[in-house]
């Protein structure tokens, strides 16, 4: 539901503390519902999650959205377009307000070149990825559309934000419509 890293946070955390990177890294705000990133547009630097969630998202051809995922404390934006050199696959909004840590792309390209704990932290998060995709996969298939919408509802009290009906539908693949009658259902 509500990927973090903390791991990775301490890593930046550390980074921009270092009097050798401060000119390098530097602390951005964004307010809800802000554009982070925006899809098929080109990547201008990299971001690691400070405070706050963000959604990352897909629009397809027809103007629909798909959340891909509620991303939160340590999630870095950008390091796979980085990687393979292309615009950002997905659209990047904060559902709450968020603070990043932001870097040029050369910084970091030399940060991999010179760092080993650095290309450990972004080999545990492709995995960290590819399980989730996997076990969300399967979660989907096991479960009703109703049990995902509880444990959402879940997330949103625990973690104090509210989630329009507009991103639950599209975290879940369904309409509005469907979803106000598993709501009315669920209450």
Same mark, same amino acid.
């Given at each position: 539901?509500?990927?973090?890293?903390?791991? $990775?946070?301490?890593? $930046?955390?550390?980074?921009?503390?270092?009097?050798?990177?401060?000119?390098?890294?530097?602390? *951005?705000?964004?307010? #809800?519902?802000?554009?982070?990133?925006?899809?098929?547009?080109?990547?201008?630097?990299?971001?690691?999650?400070?405070? =706050?969630?963000?959604?990352?998202?897909?629009?397809?051809?027809?103007?629909?959205? &798909?959340?891909?995922? $509620?991303? =939160?404390?340590?999630?870095?934006?950008?390091?796979?377009?980085?990687?393979?050199?292309?615009?950002?696959?997905? =659209?990047?909004?904060?559902?709450?307000?968020?603070?990043? &840590?932001?870097?040029?792309? %050369?910084?970091?390209?030399?940060?991999?070149?010179?760092?080993?704990?650095?290309?450990?932290?972004?080999?545990? %998060? $492709?995995?960290?990825?590819?399980?989730?995709?996997? %076990? #969300?996969?399967?979660?989907?298939?096991? &479960?009703?559309?109703?049990?995902?919408?509880?444990?959402?509802?879940?997330?949103?009290?625990?973690?104090?934000?509210?989630?329009?009906?507009?991103?639950?539908?599209? &975290?879940?693949?369904?309409?509005? #419509? %469907?979803?106000? #009658?598993?709501?009315?259902?669920? *209450?």
């Amino acid at each position: 539901m509500l990927r973090t890293n903390q791991a $990775f946070l301490s890593y $930046f955390e550390n980074l921009y503390n270092d009097q050798n990177h401060k000119d390098d890294i530097v602390l *951005k705000s964004f307010s #809800r519902d802000e554009n982070i990133l925006r899809q098929d547009q080109p990547l201008s630097r990299l971001m690691l999650l400070k405070e =706050g969630i963000v959604k990352c998202y897909f629009t397809e051809e027809n103007g629909k959205e &798909y959340i891909v995922e $509620f991303l =939160g404390k340590g999630e870095i934006l950008g390091e796979v377009e980085m990687i393979k050199n292309i615009s950002c696959l997905c =659209g990047v909004k904060a559902v709450s307000e968020v603070t990043v &840590y932001e870097t040029n792309i %050369s910084h970091f390209k030399s940060l991999i070149k010179n760092d080993l704990a650095l290309n450990h932290l972004l080999l545990d %998060s $492709f995995a960290e990825r590819i399980i989730n995709t996997s %076990s #969300r996969a399967s979660y989907q298939q096991l &479960y009703t559309v109703e049990h995902t919408v509880m444990q959402l509802l879940d997330m949103q009290s625990k973690q104090g934000i509210q989630i329009s009906k507009e991103d639950m539908a599209a &975290y879940l693949g369904i309409t509005v #419509r %469907s979803l106000n #009658r598993i709501l009315k259902d669920v *209450k």
